[in-house]
């Protein structure tokens, strides 16, 4: 078995702005676990636990999503928590909404809820993930920055031009990631032009 997700990965110039505020968040004293920047991207749907004889199918399902979609453009600005800032269990910066995003995103929901994985339940909210909190300590201070300095923090624009098949390998260190499938946008449309 393969433990699974499709995400976006990102230029290293928005992961070092990322550690930036990242270090900003350490700052504060948080308790949580900080991911390292080459473990941050941007998910689209994670699969659980996979058979190695479904990454073809599930390679096509990008292949054909990808090809249908041009290349696009994403704001990665201002940082936040889930569930609730009063509550936060997530610390991310968000990455704005966009209808080419939130399209691709659906129709991968959609194309592999065909074939046997469950709907996300939940409103897909694109973010990167900076923290995860195990307790609320110094909560206040958090609060604090992301009312204030965390609504003007910007990690910079990227051109959305793939999306991937991840493996994640959980490891005593943290998750390690490995791509087993890339699949590039608007190659079918200009294959067909």
Request: a positive charge.
């Amino acid at each position: 078995m393969i433990r699974a997700f499709i995400a976006i990965t990102l230029p290293d110039p928005i992961l070092q702005r990322c550690q930036e505020i990242s270090y900003r968040l350490r700052g504060l004293k948080l308790n949580g676990r900080f991911p390292k920047s080459e473990s941050i991207h941007l998910t689209l749907k994670f699969l659980g636990n996979i058979k190695e004889e479904q990454v073809p199918t599930i390679a096509q399902v990008l292949e054909n999503t990808a090809g249908e979609s041009l290349p696009f453009h994403l704001k990665i600005q201002g940082v936040g928590a889930f569930p609730h800032i009063a509550n936060p269990r997530v610390v991310w910066v968000a990455v704005e909404h966009n209808q080419a995003l939130s399209q691709m995103q659906k129709r991968i929901e959609e194309r592999l809820q065909g074939l046997g994985f469950p709907k996300e339940n939940r409103k897909f909210h694109p973010h990167l993930t900076l923290a995860r909190l195990k307790s609320r300590k110094n909560l206040k201070d958090l609060i604090q920055y992301i009312q204030g300095e965390g609504v003007r923090e910007k990690a910079g624009t990227v051109t959305v031009k793939e999306i991937h098949l991840y493996q994640s390998v959980l490891r005593p260190q943290g998750a390690e990631y490995r791509k087993l499938v890339t699949a590039r946008l608007g190659e079918q449309l200009t294959a067909d032009n």
